[in-house]
């Protein structure tokens, strides 16, 4: 484990924003992506609660990043822990009309809605921009990683990017490692936000859905750091327990 946590939190070290730079100047003067570019690398030593972070939430047509559509993004900073409401940002996509429209609908989004929306480029330029020195956090981190990723790669050519997550999802069953939370626990978003007395909200919304992340992710850390916050380090060192939580 110290070995993938030394390479997980190397930002720093290994692939970090200043080697993109010097590979893409040309990015530098980007929207958005030059912002985030320019912006300090999160410090793996700084105490939890004084990191910022960007929430993050997406809508997609299907699970291939290859073949399906982003349809919409929301996200929402968490700053001194605080969820940030009015820096909250929420976009529909509107590249995603090549899709055709009963993928769309199944997650309540019309044509209409796409049609009024932005296109994919802006709305990522949007996220970086946000982003800056902040964690991305998002539930099931996974599909946000990897359609991102994929999309950053289409527009601005880079094929990785030094971004470490933090999940919730991950989290709550790191807590099933440590016995705190029942194996098999459904770890769906909402059943997840019951367990810690968090109330309903409205799933199927990129923006609701990030809210609804941040609020667990300050649940979580409160029911797991009572006492003494730990380092932004530590914790993905604990995030790593889900491994054997699966």
Same mark, same amino acid.
């Given at each position: 484990?110290?070995?993938?946590?030394?390479? =997980?939190?190397?930002?720093?070290?290994?692939?970090?924003?200043?080697?993109?730079?010097?590979?893409?100047?040309?990015?530098?003067?980007?929207?958005?992506?030059?912002?985030?570019?320019?912006?300090?690398?999160?410090?793996?030593?700084?105490?939890?609660?004084?990191?910022?972070?960007?929430?993050?939430?997406?809508?997609?047509?299907?699970?291939?990043?290859?073949?399906?559509?982003?349809?919409?993004?929301?996200?929402?900073?968490?700053?001194?822990?605080?969820?940030?409401?009015?820096?909250?940002?929420?976009?529909?996509?509107?590249?995603?009309?090549?899709?055709?429209?009963?993928?769309?609908?199944?997650?309540?989004?019309?044509?209409?809605?796409?049609?009024?929306?932005?296109?994919l480029?802006?709305?990522?330029?949007?996220?970086?921009?946000?982003?800056?020195?902040r964690?991305?956090?998002?539930?099931?981190?996974?599909?946000?990683?990897?359609?991102?990723?994929?999309? !950053?790669?289409a527009?601005?050519?880079?094929?990785? =990017?030094? =971004?470490?997550?933090?999940?919730? =999802?991950?989290?709550?069953?790191?807590?099933?490692?440590?016995?705190?939370?029942?194996?098999?626990?459904?770890?769906?978003?909402?059943?997840?936000?019951?367990?810690?007395?968090?109330?309903?909200?409205?799933?199927h919304?990129?923006?609701?859905?990030?809210?609804?992340?941040?609020?667990?992710?300050?649940?979580?850390?409160?029911?797991?750091?009572?006492? !003494?916050p730990?380092?932004?380090?530590?914790?993905?060192?604990?995030?790593?327990?889900?491994?054997?939580?699966?």
């Amino acid at each position: 484990m110290g070995y993938y946590l030394n390479r =997980l939190l190397e930002p720093l070290a290994t692939y970090n924003r200043a080697k993109i730079a010097n590979r893409f100047p040309q990015l530098l003067t980007e929207p958005g992506i030059g912002e985030w570019l320019r912006a300090l690398e999160p410090d793996p030593n700084i105490i939890l609660s004084q990191q910022n972070y960007l929430v993050v939430d997406i809508e997609t047509s299907g699970f291939n990043p290859a073949t399906d559509a982003i349809l919409s993004i929301g996200f929402v900073p968490i700053d001194q822990g605080r969820i940030n409401i009015a820096k909250a940002e929420h976009y529909y996509i509107s590249d995603a009309l090549k899709i055709s429209a009963d993928s769309a609908v199944v997650n309540h989004i019309t044509p209409q809605l796409l049609a009024e929306g932005e296109p994919l480029e802006q709305a990522l330029s949007a996220f970086f921009r946000a982003l800056g020195s902040r964690v991305p956090i998002a539930h099931g981190c996974w599909m946000e990683q990897q359609f991102i990723e994929y999309q !950053t790669r289409a527009i601005w050519g880079l094929k990785k =990017l030094p =971004l470490h997550w933090l999940d919730t =999802l991950k989290i709550e069953k790191a807590r099933m490692a440590n016995g705190c939370v029942p194996h098999h626990h459904d770890v769906r978003l909402a059943n997840v936000r019951k367990r810690y007395h968090l109330p309903n909200y409205q799933a199927h919304n990129a923006l609701f859905d990030a809210i609804a992340t941040a609020e667990l992710f300050l649940a979580l850390t409160r029911a797991i750091y009572s006492q !003494t916050p730990p380092t932004l380090q530590e914790f993905y060192r604990y995030q790593l327990k889900a491994k054997s939580a699966l």
